[in-house]
Nanobody, 125 residues
Framework: VQLQASGGGLVQAGGSLRLSCAAS????????VGWFRQAPGKEREFLAA????????YYADSVKGRFTISKDNTKNMVYLQMNSLVPEDTAVYYC???????????????????WGQGTLVTVSS
């Protein structure tokens, strides 16, 4: 499956952005889709994930309450709504997907076989 992340941009602190992840080649059915980010000089960080079939969602503690992951079955899209952004949220954001991920593997980037190209989010102070 090929993934395309979009929706990044420049936003002021306190603002919001919604990122989108589109799949081409097949649907997200049976997949777990996750969002990660990577800031310069830092490791890739898990943010949120959703199981397409069950709609179960998972969040990193660092974004719980500010970020919301959701999906649109008809459009075959996964979204990451980001609110109350702070400069520390500045990073390249990636969506990733894989099938049959066990729960303990969801937060690990290496668990995902499919990755989008990333979209840059810059939060100004």
């Amino acid at each position: 499956v090929q993934l395309q992340a979009s929706g990044g941009g420049l936003v002021q602190a306190g603002g919001s952005l919604r990122l989108s992840c589109a799949a081409s080649g097949r649907t997200f059915r049976d997949y777990t889709v996750g969002w990660f980010r990577q800031a310069p000089g830092k490791e890739r960080e898990f943010l949120a994930a959703i199981r397409w079939n069950s709609r179960h969602t998972y969040y990193a503690d660092s974004v719980k309450g500010r970020f919301t992951i959701s999906k649109d079955n008809t459009k075959n899209m996964v979204y990451l709504q980001m609110n109350s952004l702070v400069p520390e949220d500045t990073a390249v954001y990636y969506c990733a997907a894989d099938r049959q991920l066990i729960t303990s593997a969801i937060m690990t980037p290496d668990s995902y076989d499919w990755w989008g190209q990333g979209t840059l989010v810059t939060v100004s102070s």
